[in-house]
């Protein structure tokens, strides 16, 4: 009877190992590739459509994205080793210049456009405000080569950072070489911005149904869906297309958007529609960060729509709102911050 027992106890035992064992196999399998570097998953928040960017050209891991991001926060990106990314995309603004219209570059200049947010890019079809890139990687190079940005090339960064251990560890984990290739720093930059995901404010918390929101929030996100909801789509809060509002042209940066890519006088003015998750901790807003506060981009589309030939047909008699409907639409805005992706210690610098 107790040999039975002592061997049924055996069998069970040796299955629970057998099971513990395939599960660690498996998942293993899943996380370490042959060179031995994690692949991390693509984070995508529920209710999110598919994204554009998947990375199948730059598989996604956590040394790729760490690589990623020394990277954007070394200031040896720049031509005087005086800016990096992070200079002028700051986490604490969702990764776009705190409370400034325009960013400082390198040597006193400043960049003619107001430095937009970094996070749920995965999903953007374009990239800068007329949408003159494609592709993450050239949105990384454009900076890096400016003259107003950072002004460097990549050979002199080359220079600069090769003899740096943690470096020379990173691109030889990621890319199996010790040369750090402009094409390998691009996708690097590109794994860790195209981490940047923000998907965890009161509104997603609303929709989860973990939290309710206040009747001014409720009453302000009807009037969001019914008046700006067409070019500001939940859930990425931008459907980016390209749209004039009628802002009043700045004759001194006299900046045409859009017909400055396609050179059409059709797009003339038109800008790509920001998203809208974050907007509160991330002035200054527009293109070309002229307004300071949520009130006074409210408005400008209640009182100041400038009629042009291309002015977006939706805005033609501008968009009606009492001074207390406009209050609980800044109210909703304000439920769109997602504290904890402006402080999420992945994103962080060292
Ligand atoms: C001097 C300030 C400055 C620096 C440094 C800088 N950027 Fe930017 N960034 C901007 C501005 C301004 C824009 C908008 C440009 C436009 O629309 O013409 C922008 C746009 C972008 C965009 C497009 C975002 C979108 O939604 O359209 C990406 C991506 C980006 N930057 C990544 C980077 C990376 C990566 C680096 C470092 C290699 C970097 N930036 C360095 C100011 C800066
Ligand atoms: C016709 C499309 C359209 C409608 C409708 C619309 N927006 Fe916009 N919104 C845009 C575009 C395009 C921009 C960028 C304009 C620019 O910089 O030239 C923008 C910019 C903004 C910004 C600045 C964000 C930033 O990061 O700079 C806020 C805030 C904003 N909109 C809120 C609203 C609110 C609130 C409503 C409804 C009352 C609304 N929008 C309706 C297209 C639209």
Not at 258 to 276: I, Q
Not at 281 to 291: E, V
Not at 300 to 319: E, F, K
Request: proline share 4%; with cysteine; hydrophobic share 35%.
């Amino acid at each position: 009877m107790k040999t039975v027992r002592k061997s049924i106890l055996t069998i069970s035992t040796l299955f629970t190992f057998l099971i513990l064992l395939t599960y660690c196999i498996v998942s293993c399998k899943k996380e370490i590739t042959i060179s031995g570097i994690e692949l991390l998953a693509q984070e995508i928040p529920a209710g999110f459509p598919q994204p554009v960017y998947t990375f199948q050209d730059n598989p996604l891991s956590k040394e790729g994205f760490e690589l990623g991001k020394k990277l954007f926060y070394d200031k040896k990106l720049s031509a005087d080793n005086s800016i990096s990314c992070g200079s002028c995309h700051e986490q604490k603004a969702g990764f776009g210049t705190f409370e400034h219209d325009l960013s400082h570059g390198i040597n006193n200049s400043h960049t003619e456009r107001n430095a937009p947010v970094l996070f749920n890019l995965a999903w953007s079809t374009s990239f800068h405000w007329d949408g003159e890139f494609t592709s993450f990687k050239e949105a990384a190079k454009q900076p890096i080569l400016g003259h107003i940005e950072m002004g460097e090339t990549f050979e002199n960064i080359n220079n600069k950072i090769k003899n740096d251990a943690e470096y020379k560890k990173l691109f030889k984990a990621v890319f199996n070489s010790e040369i750090m290739h402009p094409e390998y720093i691009l996708k690097a930059l590109a794994q860790f911005t195209g981490s940047l995901v923000s998907a965890n404010s009161k509104y997603d918390k609303y929709k989860k149904g973990t939290v309710s929101f206040t009747t001014q929030e409720e009453n302000g996100y009807q009037i969001f869906k019914a008046k700006c909801a067409t070019c500001h789509p939940e859930p990425l809060f931008t459907d980016y297309s390209f749209r004039n509002i009628g802002l009043p042209v700045d004759h001194h940066l006299d900046d045409i958007g859009r017909m400055k890519v396609t050179g059409k006088t059709e797009d003339r003015l038109k800008f790509k529609v920001p998203t809208l998750r974050n907007t509160y901790i991330s002035s200054n807003y527009m293109h070309d960060g002229r307004f300071g506060t949520l009130q006074q981009c409210i408005n400008h589309y209640r009182t100041n729509v400038q009629a042009s030939p291309s002015l977006d047909p939706l805005l033609t008699n501008g968009i009606t709102l009492t001074n207390a409907q406009s209050d609980d639409l800044i109210l909703f805005l304000r439920a769109l911050t997602d504290s904890s992706f402006i402080q999420d210690p992945r994103f962080k610098t060292q």
